[in-house]
Every structure is written in C-alpha cells, then in structure tokens.
C-alpha cells in the first residue's frame, strides 16, 4: 500500500511560495508543487491565471463568510480547493474534460447529495458572483 505514496516525485511535495497581490495588498502562498498544479489546471479551464484565480477565490470566500482580509487559513482552504476538485472529479461531479469550464458547471447540481462531511452546514444560497451573476446598476433588491 505505501509504495503507491511513497514512490511520489519528491519535486511534487516540495513547497513553492507565489507572491500576488490581493486588492493592492502584497502577500505570498506557500503551497506545494503538486497543489500549484492543480490550481494551474483550475485557473486554465476558466481562461484566467492562478493569480486571477486566487483572486477570485479570494472574493467569493470574503463575500460568502464576510471576512474581508487575506485569511490565515486562506493556504488551507486552496489545498482543500485542489483536493475537493479531483474527489469531484473522481465522482464524476466534474468532468475531466477540461475544455468544460467549471463556472459553465451548475454548482447545486455538482453539490447535490454529496456526504455531508463534504459540505456546509445550512448552507445559504452562494453569493451572485460564485452562480456567475453581476448586480447592474438598474436592477434592485429587496
């Protein structure tokens, strides 16, 4: 069994630091190699860059937990980004094609039955911006 891990590339386990800029505010993730790709992969099939990607995660999680700085736990929470794209795709729940966009993808339907340690709690409906969505300026809210 543990020769299926341990014969991994070591170049995939060794930890890379990025630096971007989130809103003007410079900072750096560190992430290992083999994360960096997979956020590469996710940022491609939506025609950005990692940095626009992180960016944009960034965002929705600000929005989505009303936090408005960098979080601490913003490395952790790429890392289960990556993690719950494969176990996704394991699933079936995202196709590996990936010349299919994942915000082309409906997400309720994508999160739809899943075990409940793989989602939030009482979750709320997601922001505008994670369903794809821009408020106008001629539309209104209650």
Do not use: K
Not at 23 to 35: D, Q
Not at 93 to 120: G, H, K, M, Q, Y
């Amino acid at each position: 069994m543990c020769e299926i891990f341990i014969r991994a590339n070591p170049d995939s386990y060794q930890t890379q630091s990025r630096s971007l800029r989130l809103h003007g505010m410079a900072t750096s993730i560190r992430l290992e190699n083999l994360f960096w790709e997979v956020l590469e992969e996710l940022a491609q099939r939506d025609g950005m860059t990692v940095n626009q990607l992180l960016t944009r995660l960034h965002d929705e999680l600000a929005e989505h937990r009303g936090e408005t700085s960098l979080s601490a736990n913003f490395a952790s929470f790429l890392r289960v980004c990556c993690m719950r794209y494969l176990l996704l795709q394991n699933e079936g729940r995202i196709p590996a094609d990936t010349s299919v966009s994942i915000r082309s993808l409906d997400a309720r339907a994508v999160l739809d039955s899943l075990p409940a340690s793989w989602v939030e709690a009482g979750s709320s409906p997601l922001p505008r911006s994670a369903r794809g969505e821009h408020a106008s300026a001629s539309s209104s809210s209650p």
